[in-house]
């Protein structure tokens, strides 16, 4: 399977209010529940009313879309970087998935999903 690297800074965000947020941009992922309204974006894009937020996230793009009857993707690369000590934070689309990681972590999350048969490009 191929994980495609994002060259980009992102943050995840307490927000109170889309309001601020600029759903055009290349590269927003909002969820909202009862509880709270998330985001996460490029962080130079971080809202002004954020609450709160945590900067210094990577992303890997699962290549391809992925077919909802596909199981266990996540699950398989989450063990693996599990078995390497490290979190990740995992944002799903309609047609895909993204993995992010504490930047200090990218480059020991790419070379652990690498050395397990995962094509990084």
């Known amino acids: 399977m191929k994980l495609t690297k994002i060259d980009r800074e992102f ?7 889309i309001d601020q947020v600029n759903l055009m941009r290349e590269y927003v992922f909002l969820s909202k529940t009862t509880d709270e309204i998330s985001l996460v974006c490029e962080t130079k894009y971080i809202p002004s009313g954020a609450v709160a937020y945590e900067r210094g996230w990577k992303a890997l793009k699962v290549s391809g879309i992925l077919d909802f009857s596909m199981i266990g993707v996540i699950a398989k690369i989450s063990n693996i970087l599990a078995n390497e000590d490290l979190s ?15 930047a200090e972590n990218y480059e020991k ?13």
């Open 109 to 121: 999350a790419c070379r652990a999903l690498a050395h397990n048969g995962y094509v990084i490009v």
């Open 88 to 102: 990740i934070f995992v944002v799903s689309t309609y047609n895909t998935d993204y993995i992010l990681f504490k």
């Open 11 to 17: 943050s995840v965000c307490k927000v109170n209010s």
